[in-house]
């Protein structure tokens, strides 16, 4: 015990202040906190796409399409050193877990819009019920696929259907 107030005494705390440590709250990180807002807004608009004005679905599509197809053309070197920076300050600071929970929110976000633009597309919605019903009818014959390939031969599938 003796031990444990000389350190305390050399380091100049007292009970009070360790107590007072003992207690701090840690506060999420920005990427935490944003991320929970992304999916905030994700909710809303799951339960609210057609009860939004055309001019704010309108932005909604805009924005993600751009995060799904950015502009890599205005990608210069700071561009690339400032994200490697940052990188860096994320891996230093530990925030990688939050981080990837924000992207994950971002990516449902930008998955969310993309489902509503295809609910209020009602070509979409024949196409895709063709799309279905020929799948359901030829499953006998067909090879197992991975899910990345899957992905791809269903989005073909789609982009065939709306284009002719």
């Known amino acids: 015990m003796s031990t444990a107030v000389a350190i305390l005494e050399h380091y100049q705390l007292n009970f009070e202040q360790l107590d007072n440590i ?3 709250v840690a506060y999420p990180s920005k990427f935490r906190i944003l991320g929970r807002n992304i999916n905030k807004a994700t909710q809303n608009i799951q339960e609210n796409w057609f009860d939004l004005s055309e001019g704010d679905r309108q932005k909604l599509r805009d924005i993600a399409y751009e995060l799904v ?4 053309d205005n990608i210069n070197l700071f561009d690339r050193a400032l994200a490697l920076f940052l990188v860096i ?6 925030q990688e877990k939050d981080l990837m929970y924000c992207v994950e929110a971002l990516d449902d976000f930008v998955d969310t ?3 509503a633009i295809e609910r209020e597309d009602s070509s979409y919605q024949e196409t895709l019920s063709d799309i279905v019903e020929e799948v359901s009818s030829n499953l006998q014959g067909g090879e197992i696929i991975d899910a990345k390939r899957q992905r791809q031969w269903l989005r073909e599938l789609s982009d065939q259907g709306l284009v002719g």
């Open 22 to 24: 003992n207690r701090r």
């Open 69 to 72: 197809e950015p502009d890599r």
């Open 89 to 94: 300050i994320i891996k230093i600071t530990g």
């Open 113 to 115: 819009i993309l489902d």
